[in-house]
């Protein structure tokens, strides 16, 4: 079966620090990966999707980056970061398929910025 | 664009009693209709899906049906438990969407009370 795991699973960093999130999936191979933003009390933000190794599709410009060094791993980053960008993080995947496009999530990473 | 508008929250309900979330869609195409649930502090669980016109999708007593006359889809239960009480999103995708990518809705946060 597949699942997806995300690490850490809370985070407290000072502003202008850098950060890196990591999502990887198993039992899958070739899935499509997004990382979603979701800020306190709100709806979910799609921050970023991956089609393929290497290949990012970002959403919204932004004080982050995102990238996919192997097939089943999507890390987002950034150099600095900015009192906004505290959030809970998803990770999630999806395979094509021509019926419908379901995505599965990770359990989340909870970032304060300080 | 592609847009999901659902009632804001929070919704306040006493237990067994009956839950309505209401979900209205916009599309440039045919698109599939989900149901997500959120627990506090977690990822995203798909609730139910339907992937076409006057499809019911149904699971732990929810469900919904793909009201393609109204571009609906409203979640309903006929008597809610303490343990449903969650933030509940509407989403859709359309096929073979460039990533596979969902569209949500802002998110309904139910509360139910003992």
């Known amino acids: 079966s597949q699942t997806i795991h995300q690490w850490p699973a809370t985070l407290v960093q000072p502003v202008g620090s850098p950060l890196s999130l990591e999502c990887t999936v198993e039992?899958?191979?070739?899935?499509?990966l997004y990382w979603y933003r979701q800020a306190a009390g709100r709806g979910l933000q799609l921050l970023f999707y991956s089609v393929g190794i290497g290949q990012i599709s970002s959403e919204v410009p932004q004080n982050l980056s995102a990238s996919r060094p192997q097939d089943r791993q999507f890390i987002l980053s950034s150099k600095k970061l900015l009192l906004s960008d505290s959030g809970f993080y998803l990770c999630?995947?999806?395979?094509?398929?021509?019926?419908?496009?379901?995505?599965?999530f990770g359990p989340g990473t909870r970032l304060t910025v300080l | 664009g592609d847009s999901v508008t659902q009632m804001e929250g929070p919704v306040t309900l006493s237990e067994e009693a009956f839950l309505t979330i209401n979900c209205t869609y916009t599309?440039?195409?045919?698109?599939?209709l989900f149901w997500y649930v959120q627990y506090p502090g977690e990822g995203l669980q798909l609730l139910l899906k339907a992937t076409k016109a006057d499809d019911k999708g149904s699971n732990k007593g929810f469900e919904a049906t793909y009201r393609k006359e109204t571009t609906s889809f409203h979640l309903e239960k006929g008597s809610v438990q303490v343990s449903d009480s969650a933030v509940y999103f509407c989403a859709l995708t359309l096929i073979k969407a460039a990533g596979n990518k969902l569209t949500f809705g802002g998110g309904t946060r139910v509360l139910v009370k003992p």
């Open positions: 599309a440039t195409g045919y698109p599939s």
């Open positions: 039992g899958t191979s070739n899935p499509n």
């Open positions: 999630a995947w999806s395979v094509e398929d021509r019926s419908y496009n379901e995505q599965f």
